[in-house]
Antibody, heavy 119, light 107 residues
Framework: EVQLVESGGDLLQPGGSLRLSCAAS????????MHWVRQAPGKGLVWVSS????????NYADFVKGRFTISRDNAKNTLYLQMNSLRAEDTAVYYC????????????WGQGTLVTVSS | AIQMTQSPSSLSASVGDRVTITCRAS??????LGWYQQKPGKVPKLLIY???GLQSGVPSRFSGSGSGTDFTLTISSLQPEDFATYYC?????????FGQGTKLEIK
């Protein structure tokens, strides 16, 4: 059974840092691009970042570029999102997603982890 | 970035109704479009991939169509469990972009 389990969400102050993790199981992790998508309270879905299956390539939304870093450890079947210089507007549920390609039927989402940035 | 515009933003309908939600891309995305359903407090669920492919386990009352810039999601006969928010998604060009969502409510 495919599983994506996010962890690391927390309440922290503006300017703080946090690392999210996403533990994958039930599939060959190293075969898939992975993504982070977020959803602010009461708002829509927004793509944050992507990483290629071997970790050699990354992409970021403009609003996190230079502050967030996506990475993966294929030996540990784990995806990460290092979040620095956090702002109130980064408050959201962060979802780990396997294969966000809308032309593919193999997409799978984790349950999400809540990050709250507030003073 | 390609903008995805859904219409309507909200919709009231009754059980048994036929409902159509539209998603318009700001440029040609061929067939590279998917549709998600999200219920409150739940994870988005993929309904349709590649414009018209029905994801495994999704009821056949859901269907998708379109190409280029104009796409539709149709629910042929609304069921109580279909009241949710629906999002379209493209990644023909990076960054991937979602529509703003269509909230389907009970009339």
């Amino acid at each position: 059974e495919v599983q994506l389990v996010e962890s690391g969400g927390d309440l922290l102050q503006p300017g703080g840092s946090l690392r999210l993790s996403c533990a994958a199981s039930g599939f060959t992790f190293s075969n898939y691009w992975m993504h982070w998508v977020r959803q602010a309270p009461g708002k829509g879905l927004v793509w944050v970042s992507s990483i290629t299956n071997d970790g050699s390539g990354t992409n970021y939304a403009d609003f996190v570029k230079g502050r967030f870093t996506i990475s993966r450890d294929n030996a540990k079947n784990t995806l990460y999102l290092q979040m620095n210089s956090l702002r109130a507007e980064d408050t959201a549920v962060y979802y780990c997603v396997r294969d966000l390609d809308p032309s593919s039927s193999s997409g799978y989402w984790g349950q999400g982890t809540l990050v709250t940035v507030s003073s | 970035a390609i903008q995805m515009t859904q219409s309507p933003s909200s919709l009231s309908a009754s059980v048994g109704d036929r409902v159509t939600i539209t998603c318009r891309a700001s440029q040609d995305i061929r067939y590279d479009l998917g549709w998600y359903q999200q219920k409150p407090g739940k994870v988005p669920k993929l309904l349709i991939y590649a414009t018209s492919g029905l994801q495994s386990g999704v009821p056949s009352r859901f269907s998708g169509s379109g190409s280029g810039t104009d796409f539709t999601l149709t629910i042929s006969s609304l069921q109580p469990e279909d009241f949710a928010t629906y999002y379209c998604l493209q990644d023909y060009n990076y960054p991937p972009t979602f529509g703003q969502g269509t909230k389907l409510e009970i009339k």
